[in-house]
């Protein structure tokens, strides 16, 4: 595939109908990585890493710079790099401390780390700010409509500002829901940026978030444990009429897909799979607003979105590329009744 890439915020291509974004998270740098042949096989047009790049777990810079050091030498990732584009979030592992958050001392360190690692241009906004949030535009030239057909990737930052988890000291759950309204998920620096973002024109808008948003039934990290953080974001999708929204989130080793009804239409939560980091069989726990089964398989995530025939297809692939999930949505399913 021919596509012209930007550096900064857009990828366009004038050709093609289709749009292919991979999704993985979780690739320990001393494991092999064998699964990002698949994905070179697949050929996505860019691929979202939701975190957990490495698994660092220091509060050494030092000790950090060469774990990230040693992910850059793996041959099947490097070949995947050289490419494909890339778009990065973090999680708790390359951010530095398990479930880090705002109180981790080391997180401007870590990002500066973080973006040495990931090439992250000098002339990027995200060089220049606190957190590692930032968005990307896909362009596909719609010749029947004349006009772009837009895909609005945006990617959130769900540790750097976020508050401490409050633990759970009664029932087994880690944590447990806290409702206070000083609580932050974003912050309001974030949240300011994400309001402008889906304010802005699209087709398609994949927000991808590191932890769950939807699946709070678990007990551990999720946008549930800051119920009114999560009412905001589901809020601020209505409040802005942004059509076209679904989620693509990491963090717990299995995939699965989630939809939950919003006052106008159902927004679906893609969680996808470690690319080398996989939960035991069985390890899957429940989840009332489970769409089909969870897959305990080594896997990577995709979304396809078809132009030309108005859908949109959630993917898994194992790592010989066979699909281990796959679910498909019509595009006019994700616009609010009342604007047609």
């Not at 691929?47 to 030498?73: C, N, P, W």
């Not at 990617?155 to 000083?182: A, C, E, G, V």
């Amino acid at each position: 595939m021919v596509f012209l890439f930007s550096i900064f915020t857009t990828l366009t291509c004038a050709q093609d109908h289709l749009v292919k974004i991979g999704l993985g998270l979780c690739a320990h740098q001393d494991s092999s990585q064998r699964i990002w042949n698949a994905v070179l096989r697949w050929e996505p047009d860019l691929f979202v890493h939701l975190g957990d790049a490495v698994y660092a777990d220091t509060r050494d810079s030092i000790q950090m710079r060469r774990t990230y050091e040693k992910a850059s030498l793996n041959g099947p990732f490097k070949a995947v790099r050289e490419r494909v584009p890339f778009l990065a979030t973090w999680d708790d592992h390359d951010y530095g401390a398990n479930d880090a958050g705002a109180s981790y001392p080391m997180r401007e360190a870590s990002q500066s780390l973080f973006f040495d690692f990931w090439k992250e241009p000098a002339s990027s906004e995200r060089i220049g700010r606190p957190g590692v949030y930032g968005s990307r535009v896909i362009l596909r030239r719609d010749l029947t409509l004349r006009r772009d057909r837009i895909v609005r990737v945006l990617l959130l930052d769900t540790r750097f500002f976020r508050s401490d988890w409050t633990p759970d000291t009664i029932s087994s759950r880690r944590y447990q829901p806290d409702p206070s309204p000083s609580k932050t998920m974003l912050g309001s620096q974030q949240w300011a940026w994400l309001e402008s973002e889906l304010r802005k024109p699209a087709d398609v808008r994949l927000i991808t978030s590191s932890i769950q948003v939807v699946n709070d039934e678990h007990g551990w990290e999720s946008w549930g444990n800051f119920p009114a953080e999560r009412d905001r974001l589901l809020d601020l999708i209505r409040e802005t009429q942004a059509e076209g929204v679904v989620f693509a989130s990491g963090d717990r080793h299995f995939t699965e897909l989630s939809s939950e009804k919003m006052a106008a239409y159902s927004v679906f939560y893609f969680t996808s799979s470690g690319l080398t980091q996989v939960a035991s069989l069985g390890h899957t726990v429940p989840n009332s607003k489970r769409i089909g089964e969870a897959v305990n398989v080594q896997n990577f995530g995709g979304v396809t979105i078809d132009f030309e025939s108005g859908a949109l297809t959630f993917h898994a692939f194992d790592d010989s590329g066979q699909v281990a999930f796959q679910h498909t949505i019509p595009l006019v399913t994700l616009t609010f009744p009342d604007t047609k």
